[in-house]
């Protein structure tokens, strides 16, 4: 599935070392992902989350 940067709420991005994540406290911070089509696989369903890439960067994020 693939959706518009600003159809989903990011909630923290993935460090490309896989050593964790990094909050996103402030949404303009990745307003360049906005116009992006991102694709989605799902990380949780009971959360309701969502693992999305742009095949450089990956977030975790919820769908607005």
């Known amino acids: 599935m693939k959706r518009k940067g600003k159809k989903l ?6 460090n490309r070392d896989g050593s964790g994540t990094d909050m996103i406290d402030d949404q303009s911070d990745i307003d360049y992902q906005k116009e992006t089509k991102l694709e989605l696989f799902r990380l949780s ?6 693992i999305a890439t742009d095949r450089f960067n990956y977030y975790v994020v919820k769908i607005i």
Do not use: P
């Not at 709420?9 to 993935?14: D, K, L, P, R, V």
């Not at 369903?45 to 969502?50: C, E, F, L, N, V």
């Open 9 to 14: 709420h990011f909630i923290s991005q993935i």
């Open 45 to 50: 369903i009971t959360q309701d989350t969502w």
